[in-house]
């Protein structure tokens, strides 16, 4: 039984989410609370597995209680959003912080709320699961010793023999510049906070992204990134040009491909039906990339589901290269898990160690 406290200054929200829950056999509604000071006094008191936080509260917001969260016990927390520019924005903040995902708020009828509901059980489901503790320690400690390009961090995984020469040969005129793909979910924006920012404002190529996110919180994860990082990051836009040195993130509710115009890899747009739910999907991305071959070098970092297994089976067949997080720093060890199950990773790294990985690689 999943013991649960629902903070959120709505009493609207609180009867909405209490009655949803309190409807399943796995959960169980323990306390409620109306601002984040009121939370953390009933979390210390009742120890909950699971908190759903509002991110927009009175006396202390959701962000603030979240600080004092991760610091006392990390516990799984959901967070609970409004499509705003200042809710998006927070709640990116949020999820680098610690939050394991996040629920975007609703309003109106009872009849569009049920819509998600779904999806809320899911992803609170996913999120008592969630690594939080090894997660949040990951930026501070080294795992295993500083890796090296081609050779994997633990003998029992499989290894295919790579050639990094491959990379320096140059296909259809682009002179050899690779192009990295990174695909992710759960977790998604703290393990990109820890690669992207990593990277070196002369990085060689172009990276594309897609984290599984709405329409709204792309933007505002783009934006944070792009603050942090010594590398340009964007909300990619149609007919986008990947550059050396920049990096796109594919925008909530669009797939993204990369298609060669020329000498030149550009990034496509569409709305075509989700993909195993998904839109953007990783798979899709990765497909789109796979006629790059050798040149491509693609990641699959924390996330529920496979989405990407797919992908980067067709990039290996085509001679990419495949770095997988590693169990250990993944939030939902999922995703991650289906590629190393199929075989099919050069490398599994615990998250601090794939930027300098990357930087390598592409440099060769």
Not at 135 to 162: D, E, G, I, M, W
Not at 223 to 238: F, T, Y
């Amino acid at each position: 039984m999943i013991k649960m406290i629902i903070a959120d200054d709505s009493a609207f929200m609180r009867k909405l989410l209490s009655d949803l829950f309190t409807q399943q056999k796995d959960f169980m509604v323990i306390d409620t609370a109306r601002n984040g000071k009121e939370a953390i006094e009933k979390i210390r008191e009742l120890k909950p597995d699971l908190v759903t936080m509002d991110v927009n509260m009175p006396i202390m917001d959701g962000l603030e209680a979240l600080e004092i969260l991760m610091k006392e016990c990390r516990i799984p927390v959901v967070m609970i959003s409004s499509l705003t520019k200042t809710g998006t924005d927070a709640t990116i903040k949020a999820l680098s912080l610690g939050a394991v995902d996040f629920i975007e708020k609703v309003s109106g009828p009872i009849s569009s709320i049920t819509k998600i509901q779904t999806e809320i059980l899911e992803k609170c489901r996913a999120a008592v699961t969630a690594n939080v503790r090894n997660y949040l320690q990951a930026s501070s400690l080294r795992l295993y010793p500083p890796a090296t390009v081609l050779k994997p961090p633990n003998p029992t995984y499989t290894k295919f023999p790579v050639d990094v020469n491959i990379f320096k040969k140059g296909v259809n005129g682009l002179d050899g510049e690779k192009i990295i793909a990174i695909g992710t979910s759960t977790g998604g924006p703290r393990a990109l906070q820890q690669v992207i920012t990593k990277l070196p404002r002369d990085l060689p190529c172009g990276v594309v992204i897609v984290q599984h996110m709405p329409a709204g919180f792309t933007k505002s994860l783009a934006e944070r990134l792009n603050s942090l990082s010594d590398v340009e990051v964007k909300e990619a836009e149609h007919n986008d040009v990947v550059a050396p040195g920049k990096v796109y993130i594919a925008p909530g509710n669009y797939h993204m491909t990369v298609e060669l115009q020329g000498r030149s890899r550009v990034i496509a747009l569409n709305q075509n039906p989700p993909l195993s739910s998904h839109r953007p999907a990783v798979d899709i991305l990765f497909d789109s990339v796979a006629k790059l071959g050798n040149r491509v070098v693609s990641v699959i970092l924390t996330g529920m589901g496979s989405d990407g297994a797919k992908g980067m089976t067709k990039i290996k067949s085509t001679g990419g290269y495949i770095i997988a997080e590693d169990e250990t720093t993944s939030v939902v060890y999922g995703m991650p898990k289906a590629v190393v199950e199929l075989g099919i990773a050069d490398q599994v790294l615990p998250v601090d160690q794939i930027a300098d990985v990357l930087v390598n690689v592409v440099k060769k």
